[in-house]
């Protein structure tokens, strides 16, 4: 099979090639330094992304499906000393994903700063107490739909969706505690942590963060 070409969609190859790339521009900032934990930095490099690029705090989880890989984009709810958090249905793909195998990624890039942070590790369920708070943060309507949503089931009737979601926004509304019991809190507690900048002309910085205890991580510069 070959690549490229003009095909009925027009010369993809060259028009993907026209694009223009913010590397180069960005200000560079400080190098991690190896005595900062790489939550710390990542924090940092966040607060920096806030108010620069729309929404900072979304990023792509990376999962294992048998013996494929899936993704998808999603909202990060914490960072901690112990990982990065976020939030879905234990009966998504993600959720039976995960609950098979516990290996992920996430996968940040703010493209104003010409940055990306790839996070990997192993994902653990975070508590009742973390979980519950996780679901009552969110408005009525999102605690709704999370509640109601088969998530990523057929819709044979877009009806079903408003009527499902009307019941559960009314046991919401009603029960301003309740929190279903498929809805599941992970933190990916990560085992590297890469931090890539693009720097002048081309020539990127990569620095990684290994873990080698459970509170000491080795950092190491990367070939770009
Ligand atoms: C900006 C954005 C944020 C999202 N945030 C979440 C989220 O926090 N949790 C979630 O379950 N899905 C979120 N989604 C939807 C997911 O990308 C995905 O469609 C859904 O979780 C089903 O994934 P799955 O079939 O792999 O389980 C978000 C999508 C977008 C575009």
Redesign the pocket.
């Known amino acids: 099979m070959t690549a490229g070409g003009s095909s009925e969609l027009g010369d993809i190859r060259a028009w993907l090639r026209s694009f223009a790339m913010s590397g180069g521009t960005p200000p560079v900032g400080e190098a991690p330094q190896p005595t900062a934990a790489p939550h710390e930095v990542f924090v940092a490099w966040l607060r920096q992304a806030a108010g620069v690029v729309a ?1 900072p705090h ?1 990023g792509v ?1 990376s ?1 294992v499906d048998g013996d494929a890989a ?6 990060l ?1 914490d960072v901690d000393a112990r990982g990065w958090w ?4 234990a009966l ?6 995960l609950s098979a195998n516990s290996h992920a990624a996430l996968t940040f890039y703010w493209r104003e700063q010409a940055r990306q942070v790839r996070v990997r590790g192993n994902v653990v369920i975070g508590d009742a107490a973390t979980t519950s708070r996780d679901f009552i943060d969110r408005s009525p309507y999102a605690r709704a739909v ?1 509640a109601a949503s088969p ?2 089931a057929t819709l044979t009737d877009p009806a079903d969706y408003d009527s499902a979601v009307a019941d559960a926004l009314k046991k919401v509304e009603s029960e301003p505690d309740w929190v279903p019991e498929h809805w599941r809190c992970w933190c990916l507690e990560p085992d590297t942590v890469e931090f890539w900048q693009s720097g002048a002309s081309g020539r990127h910085l990569r620095w990684q963060y290994r873990r080698e205890g459970t509170d000491s991580w080795r950092l190491t510069t990367l070939w770009p």
């Open positions: 929404e979304v989880l999962t899936d993704g998808r984009v999603l909202i709810r976020f939030s879905s249905s998504s793909p993600k959720g039976v994903q999370a998530q990523s």
